[in-house]
T-cell receptor, first 120, second 107 residues
């Protein structure tokens, strides 16, 4: 059973970069067919897909985030990362990492989530 | 982006009730729709994929239907553990989008 765990600072200053790590256990992130994503939930709002990285290292992002996110990985540590630059208060959210189904674009396994507050 | 709209936003019901939540897409998504259940402070849990395929371990009182632009999630007989927020997600377009969620409350 794949398990995911987010980690990173809970507070980031406006205009700075939000950086989060997702540590995966129970499955290799570079196994063929696996996709690894980031999703967030702003207070009182619905879920918002940020992007994902696939087993080959290719990345795909939500166009509405205007090139601010970058997803990368370290296969030696079985981790993948989210950087979101130029944060504002609107980026305050619970951030989840998740494993996408190999065939369909839905998310089968989720981390517990981590709250990031963008404030000075 | 494909917009996903759920109704109602809040639903009050009692244990044993049959409830239906609707999710509408701004354009056809065929059957590329998933449903999630989320409890306060917890991650979403996948219930249904491809509009009507129940995930392993999900009780059979949950069912999904629909295609194109209109979809429903039905719980046939509410149990105390079912009071939560339910969200739909389209994956027809690679730019995935979610509905705003439906909060199912105890009446």
């Amino acid at each position: 059973q794949v398990q995911l765990q987010e980690s990173g600072p809970g507070l980031v200053k406006p205009s700075q970069t939000l950086s989060l790590t997702c540590t995966v256990s129970g499955g290799s992130i570079n196994r063929g067919g696996y996709y690894w994503g980031w999703i967030r939930q702003q207070p009182g709002k619905g879920l918002e897909w940020i992007g994902y990285i696939n087993y080959g290292g290719d990345t795909y992002y939500n166009p509405s985030l205007e090139s601010r996110p970058t997803i990368s990985r370290d296969t030696s540590k079985n981790q993948f990362f989210l950087n979101l630059n130029s944060v504002t208060a609107a980026d305050t959210a619970v951030y989840y990492c998740a494993k996408r189904n190999p065939v369909g674009g839905y998310f089968e396994h989720w981390g517990q989530g981590t709250l990031v507050i963008a404030s000075s | 982006d494909i917009q996903m709209t759920q109704s109602p936003s809040t639903l009050s019901a009692s244990v044993g009730d049959r409830v239906t939540i609707t999710c509408r897409a701004s354009q056809s998504i065929s059957r590329w729709l998933a449903w999630y259940q989320q409890k306060p402070g917890k991650a979403p849990k996948l219930l249904i994929s491809k509009a009507s395929t129940l995930e392993s371990g999900v009780p059979s009182r949950f069912s999904g239907s629909g295609s194109g632009t209109e979809f429903t999630l039905t719980i046939s007989s509410l149990q105390p553990d079912d009071f939560a927020t339910y969200s739909c997600q389209q994956y027809h377009s690679y730019s995935y989008t979610f509905g705003q969620g439906t909060k199912l409350e105890i009446k």
